[in-house]
């Protein structure tokens, strides 16, 4: 499991985040990669992210915060599903004395980037898995501790909405080579 976390514009205007894994029997496709690197100890106040890519961290630690407050650490070897282009956006510093050494993948226009893996959506079993190991979480902002659940279960019941048009588009397409 590669764990990622996806940050978004919600329905508010916010940026938002939720944590989970990428999906690592689905290709996504890309336009393009780039590599950079940001000297230790930056920072970058708030901003949106200018296009859908994953941010892949190769080196450094990172705190980031949306506008609203929700925080959360990213690691080397995590990947950051950037996808808040409008809206109140997120900053970023780096924690530690190493370098950012990153990778942006650029998704191409009309790639599916939503069979990222929302915790949420895994069985209780594997949830206690990650417990047991430490796992990083996403410390809501104190207005959105009661609501969290509801826009949780909004963007879930959007994944199974999409899932089963894929399912249906799949079957119109399988039924009509049968033809």
């Known amino acids: 499991m590669i764990r990622a976390y996806r940050l978004y514009t919600g329905i508010d205007g916010n940026s938002d985040v939720v944590q989970g894994s990428v999906n690592l029997t689905t290709l996504v496709e890309a336009r393009s990669i780039v590599f950079k690197e940001t000297t230790p100890n930056s920072s970058y106040d708030l901003h949106n992210d200018p296009i859908p890519q994953y941010v892949i961290t190769l080196a450094g630690v990172l705190e980031f915060a949306t506008a609203s407050g929700d925080v959360f650490t990213l690691n080397p070897g995590e990947v950051l599903i950037a996808e808040d282009h409008t809206g109140s956006g997120h900053k970023w510093r780096l924690t530690n004395d190493d370098t950012w050494r990153r990778a942006y993948v650029v998704f191409k226009e009309g790639a ?16 206690g898995r990650r417990a047991a190991v430490g796992a990083a979480h996403v410390r809501p902002s104190p207005q959105k501790r009661g609501c969290r659940k509801g826009a949780i279960l909004q963007i879930h019941l959007k994944q199974e909405r999409r899932k089963r048009n894929d399912d249906q588009s799949g079957n119109q397409v399988r039924n009509q080579d049968r033809e």
């Open 112 to 127: 599916d980037t939503y069979r990222y893996i929302q915790d949420d959506e895994r069985g209780a079993g594997d949830r």
